[in-house]
């Protein structure tokens, strides 16, 4: 099946730093999406992204399909921004299941 | 905006027991998919559903797991016999059939097996 990397798996950052987490993917996909785990367990959908750019007030994401990663940039971060942060991919076919990274999980401190 | 709904929120039971895990996608998806999280792991696939029937499984979804969607609108998972290890964050997700394939995913269900 589809194999789905982030880095890196932890950050720690200064609030009002930026930062950029990365997404590759083994195969073609039809969807990538971004989500944000927040501390109750909910999955925030933060962006259906499978090719692109896009972008969502301090977010943003670029999806490069051919070369099969995805970026996810946090500008000015705030500690509400904690959490981790987990891309999932949909292989090229039809409605397939997606399967998920292992996250990257940012602490971000005052 | 639309959403996918789950109840409970938050289920205890003893081992053994016989839960159903519940979920409301939303009204005009087709597509509906169950997920699990055991904690501090990835999210991990269990089932997909389509036109009444699993279209896809995983090695996790064995014979003590079944789905069913009894009316229009409820789409249940159902844990015959509660293992320790059934204890984990239950995802809903549901996709509508459009030129899009996003998923969109349920607030989960925290199942805690004693």
């Known amino acids: 099946g589809i194999q789905v990397e982030q880095s890196p798996p932890d950050l720690i950052l200064q609030e009002g730093a930026n930062s950029t987490l990365r997404c590759n993917f083994s195969d073609s996909v039809n969807n990538l999406q971004w989500f944000h785990q927040n501390p109750w367990g909910q999955l925030i959908n933060l962006f259906y992204i499978p090719s692109g750019t896009k972008q969502n007030g301090r977010l943003s994401a670029t999806t490069v399909a051919t070369e099969r990663y995805s970026l996810l940039y946090i500008s000015s971060s705030q500690t509400t921004d904690s959490g981790v942060y987990f891309c999932?991919?949909?292989?090229?076919?039809?409605?397939?299941?997606?399967?998920f990274g292992t996250g990257t999980k940012l602490q971000v401190i005052p | 905006e639309p959403e996918v709904t789950q109840t409970p929120s938050h289920q205890v039971t003893q081992m053994g027991q016989e839960v159903i895990l519940r979920c409301v996608p939303i009204?005009?998806?087709?597509?509906f998919y169950w997920y699990r999280q055991i904690l501090g792991q990835k999210v991990e696939f269990l089932v997909s559903f389509y036109n009444n029937e699993i279209s896809e499984k995983s090695e996790i979804f064995d014979d003590q797991f079944s789905v069913e969607r009894p009316d229009g609108s409820n789409f249940t998972l159902k844990i015959r016999s509660t293992k320790l290890e059934d204890s984990a964050m239950y995802f809903c997700a549901s996709v509508a059939l459009t030129a899009t394939y996003e998923q969109y995913f349920g607030p989960g269900t925290r199942l805690t097996v004693t």
């Open positions: 009204s005009n998806h087709l597509y």
């Open positions: 999932a991919v949909c292989g090229s076919g039809g409605y397939q299941k997606v399967t």
